[in-house]
């Protein structure tokens, strides 16, 4: 790992972390959506987030609402790179009746502690839940079963070494599964030397890709990319969902 990788990583650490536990919210002043207000935004549904503990849903981030697209693909067991609280892991459980099993992946051992108090309410939802605290730059380390499907709902862009990170989690993948990336992609060129710096990464854009080079970094890992779906378009960005598969052999 270099230096910037280093740094990247104990930046984006103490980060989530600090957020966590500063008591007035470290972003208070900070124009960043979040929380039940983003869950809102991005259309999660009502009845679920009802039933939220107070002060649970406070430290969300994700970048999009991926439980239509997971609904309709039915997978029997979930791998979230990059979980947070665990609230997508407690959304899926309960909004899947069939799900033997969800495991929940992150840098933050803060966030995940917050994960665990959420879950501690769900007692139900809980057994088919596990989280680890692992750091995604470093996959081939862990023993981690291969799930049918892969979420990372905001944290793939914060993945210094991408083409590592891929041949790492190409065997994560069931074959036949989906891997499903919410993040942003490049619309334009970033000006020149933005990506240099930690802090433009810890917000998601200082590590985007444009949509040429996801496709070359998925195929590489043989993978197949089967669509970028935009959802909103902020130049030089656009917010997608990426729609990854591990195709069987002979399709
Ligand atoms: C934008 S937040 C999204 C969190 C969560 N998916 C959600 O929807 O609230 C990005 C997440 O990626 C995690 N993360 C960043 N770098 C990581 C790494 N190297 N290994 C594991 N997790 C990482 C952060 O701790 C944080 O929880």
């Not at 002060?55 to 997978?75: E, H, K, Q, T, Y």
């Not at 433009?200 to 195929?219: D, H, R």
């Amino acid at each position: 790992m270099n230096n910037f990788a280093k740094q990247l990583n104990l930046a984006l650490r103490q980060m989530y972390d600090k957020i966590c536990s500063c008591e007035d919210g470290l972003l208070s002043p900070v124009a960043i959506d979040r929380g039940i207000h983003l869950l809102k935004n991005l259309s999660y549904p009502q009845t679920l987030i009802k039933d939220l503990p107070p002060g649970s849903g406070d430290v969300a981030f994700p970048c999009a609402n991926p439980l239509p697209r997971i609904i309709s693909l039915a997978p029997k067991t979930i791998l979230d790179l990059g979980c947070g609280t665990a609230l997508d892991a407690l959304f899926c459980v309960s909004s899947l009746p069939e799900l033997q099993r969800l495991k929940g992946l992150d840098a933050s051992s803060k966030l995940l502690a917050k994960g665990e108090e959420l879950l501690r309410h769900f007692p139900a939802e809980a057994e088919k839940i596990t989280l680890l605290q692992v750091d995604l730059n470093h996959l081939s380390g862990y023993r981690i079963e291969a799930s049918e499907l892969i979420l990372m709902n905001g944290s793939f862009n914060l993945i210094y070494d991408k083409v590592k990170f891929f041949t790492e989690l190409a065997p994560l993948l069931a074959t036949g599964g989906t891997l499903l990336i919410y993040d942003f992609i490049l619309t334009e060129a970033l000006p020149p030397g933005f990506s240099n710096e930690v802090d433009n990464w810890l917000w998601n854009i200082g590590g985007a890709l444009n949509s040429a080079e996801f496709k070359k970094i998925v195929t590489d890992a043989g993978l197949a990319l089967v669509e970028i779906n935009e959802i909103e378009r902020i130049d030089p960005v656009a917010r997608c969902e990426i729609i990854i598969s591990h195709e069987k052999r002979g399709n």
